[in-house]
């Protein structure tokens, strides 16, 4: 059985809220590359169902680590906020 640690990371955010820093877009991608840049990380790159997959910040990030997707996988969520067809 290998030993697994599951890190949750922050969300990708674009506009400080409240008393954040200006840069914690920058401030959070950062820390999540340190992350899944290492070759022993599994990445789980979430986007939720009603956003274009194309648009993904998540799945962007994992392909600039893993650009044959050997290490990632992907993560459908809210798929009750998806529109009707």
């Known amino acids: ?24 877009e920058y401030q959070i991608k950062d820390m999540i590359l340190q992350f899944i840049s290492r070759e022993s990380s599994l990445i789980l790159a979430v986007t939720p169902a009603n956003m274009d997959l194309a648009n ?14 050997l ?9 009750d906020m998806m529109d009707k067809g």
Do not use: F
């Not at 993904?56 to 997707?69: F, H, I, N, R």
């Open 1 to 24: 059985v290998l030993n697994l640690t599951l890190i949750d990371l922050p969300g990708i955010t674009k506009v400080p809220v409240g008393d954040q820093p200006q840069d914690i």
């Open 56 to 69: 993904s910040d998540a799945l962007k990030m994992a392909k600039e680590v893993d650009p044959q997707g």
């Open 71 to 79: 290490r990632t996988i992907g993560v459908i969520t809210k798929p």
